[in-house]
């Protein structure tokens, strides 16, 4: 997660340092303590709950349980990562439901924090769960903001109650409690009330937001707030929290590069769960906040069980069975690999998918020069081929490849590419659908360990002559004249143990790229 970087950069380098020690002394907990305070204050995190935090953190590091631990490098990444779900809230708070509806989702933040688009993302979360929304429009102070709200519920499918213009037009207090009425009376089960915002906290942002609370009486009031506010964040919280009281922060714009200390404070200081994280601009782009998982995030520790909930919402189960019945019978086609291409982009980012794997955090110059259109071009490569192409790869000569690279605007390296990247893929897939084990290229057979040696016995109890297939070589051999083995090329990857080009081979090499 972009806003996290810096942070969880620093705390890894200080994890690594201690990774070197069997034991640690008071220095090197202090040290250690040290590094810390300095990542969360860099990182905009509140003073109050850095000196809580690294209090809490020293506390227990020159404790029995590190002292006692196999590993105390471990013991102290693992308390530091729980004083971080603490700080961020604990337990997971979900959105609570009246009993009887409609319930009443307020928002709530300063103008451009995000609260409209949020809206949108909510509605179209809640329409996914099998609910059926009503966004109300009380911003009826920003310049097209009853427009914009409209276009955002257009697009996530939900319906709006926007009877006022806006544009300095109409009474927000009367908007949201007609609202909430004609909710009631079409049967939509829940209501999500957008209202203004101002640049910043102001008595008649107060009054109104206190009035429109008074007016609907709402189940849920929730705070969003932009993550790249920085320091100023729990002031604005504070703020919101005595005017208004809301139930639940939203943190928005978390895809952002900004330090990211905000959110570790706001559920800190006033004491509200974080319910929801806003991690880009598609609709799509809303996670449930889950301070276990964001701590392990900001540690580097990965997010596997939200890349697991990602792939089981965008995956559908019964075309998957269908997919590995196909590997296993040897019917897998270019056709099933678009279609699950299709799928994997249902979830999302490809980047962001990725950088939920635990360690990505020591790889972001690759994820950084990952290229999410590489996709698109094989998309590409693909289309352009014929139905009867792309489920018999075999049919590819020098002149269909041809003409696929020119439909693609690729080139026939591109195609040649993705042929071989398929069937090698295919192969793999087939392999492991049948219980087996693949054999990965360049790393040789990954049979049963002593596999080996057992057919080299066999091997040797047979004829003494050579079986190669060059005659030369077999009557060399055969005649007792010793033939150099190859060396070995030493990488798993193919790369280690060779040769370096001699001048000839250079000269060869530019002659081939027209160079000479």
Do not use: W
Not at 227 to 245: E, L, S
Not at 331 to 349: H, I, N, P, V, Y
């Amino acid at each position: 997660m972009a806003t996290f970087g810096t942070l969880s950069d620093r705390l890894t380098e200080t994890f690594r340092n201690l990774r070197t020690k069997g034991k640690l002394s008071p220095a090197d907990v202090d040290g250690t303590v040290r590094e810390i305070r300095r990542a969360l204050l860099d990182a905009d995190v509140a003073l109050p709950v850095v000196k809580d935090f690294t209090a809490k953190v020293r506390e227990r590091a020159l404790g029995d349980e590190v002292n006692k631990a196999l590993n105390p490098a471990q013991q102290v990444v693992q308390i530091v990562n729980e004083e971080l779900i603490a700080i961020l809230g604990g337990q997971q708070r979900r959105l609570e439901f009246a009993k009887t509806p409609p319930t009443v989702i307020m928002l709530a933040g300063l103008q451009g924090s995000g609260k409209t688009t949020f809206a949108g993302k909510l509605a179209k979360q809640l329409q996914g769960e099998g609910h059926t929304p009503l966004l109300v429009a009380c911003d009826l102070q920003r310049p097209n903001a009853v427009t914009q709200l409209t276009v955002v519920a257009e697009q996530a499918g939900a319906a709006i109650y926007a009877p006022e213009p806006g544009n300095g037009i109409g009474d927000p207090v009367k908007v949201a409690k007609d609202g909430v009425e004609h909710a009631r009376r079409t049967q939509h089960d829940v209501v999500i009330i957008d209202t203004a915002g101002r640049l910043g906290v102001d008595a008649e942002l107060m009054k109104q937001a206190g009035d429109i609370r008074k007016a609907t009486n709402p189940d849920e009031v929730l705070f969003v707030i932009d993550a790249m506010i920085g320091q100023d964040a729990v002031n604005t919280a504070k703020a919101f929290q005595d005017g208004v009281d809301f139930t639940g922060v939203v943190l928005s714009k978390l895809d952002g590069d900004a330090r990211g200390g905000a959110a570790l404070s706001v559920a800190s200081i006033t004491g509200r769960p974080i319910i929801f994280a806003s991690t880009g601009e598609n609709l799509d782009d809303l996670e449930q906040f889950h301070p276990d998982r964001m701590a392990s995030r900001i540690l580097d520790l990965g997010d596997i069980l939200t890349l697991i909930e990602q792939a089981q919402s965008a995956f559908d189960e019964a075309e998957a069975m269908k997919v590995a019945e196909k590997l296993a019978n040897e019917a897998f086609t270019l056709e099933d690999f678009l279609e699950q291409m299709q799928q994997m982009r249902k979830m999302g980012s490809m980047k962001k998918m990725l950088g939920m794997l635990p360690g990505m955090g020591q790889m972001k110059q690759q994820l950084d020069d990952f290229d999410e259109r590489e996709i698109d071009r094989t998309e590409a490569i693909i289309r352009s081929m014929t139905p009867a192409e792309r489920r018999n790869t075999k049919l590819l000569n020098g002149s269909r490849r041809l003409r696929i690279a020119r439909g693609s605007g690729m080139t026939v390296t591109d195609v040649n590419q993705l042929v071989q990247r398929f069937e090698q893929a295919a192969k793999m897939m087939k392999t492991v659908a049948r219980g087996g084990t693949p054999q990965i290229p360049g790393m040789g057979p990954m049979g049963k360990p002593g596999a080996s040696a057992k057919r080299g016995k066999k091997s040797a109890k047979g004829k003494s002559g050579s079986r190669s297939g060059n005659p030369a070589k077999r009557a060399a051999e055969n005649a007792g004249v010793g033939v150099a083995p190859a060396e070995a090329t030493g990488s798993g990857f193919g790369l280690g143990g060779q040769k370096a080009p001699s001048e000839a081979d250079m000269a060869e090499i530019q002659k081939l790229f027209g160079k000479g």
